[in-house]
């Protein structure tokens, strides 16, 4: 899935050349383990894909800004948003797919 991915970044971004090749790939391996460890899961089904390409372009195109929720220079004003992680706007699919709010509060089970 990775070089497909890669691919795929590299189009939405305009990147032609392998300059950033391996900025990129730490990005994808970085999201994917963040992936994981939200979720607990040990595999990322193809239907997620779109869930970490959106995280990967959000951490590229906030590459040297990282932990700034705003900067302003000469006018020009961005605003990153006031989440707690990348996968936020995606958790209401998650805590469906992987149960993440039973998770939290846990679960009792008599046998």
């Known amino acids: 899935m990775e070089d497909a991915l890669l691919a795929k970044i590299k189009r939405r971004l305009g990147i ?21 460890l939200i979720t607990g899961a040990t595999m990322i089904d193809d239907k997620y894909s ?22 302003s220079v000469d006018g020009y004003s961005v605003n990153y948003g006031s989440s707690k992680t990348d996968f936020d706007e995606y958790l209401y699919i998650l805590d469906h797919d992987f149960e993440l709010t039973e998770r939290k509060r846990g679960k009792v089970r008599f046998i």
């Open 16 to 36: 032609t050349d392998i300059n950033q090749d391996e900025l990129l790939t730490d990005l994808i391996n970085d999201a994917e383990n963040d992936f994981k």
């Open 50 to 71: 779109t869930i970490i390409l959106g995280v990967i372009l959000k951490r590229y195109n906030r590459k040297g800004s990282e932990g700034m929720t705003s900067e």
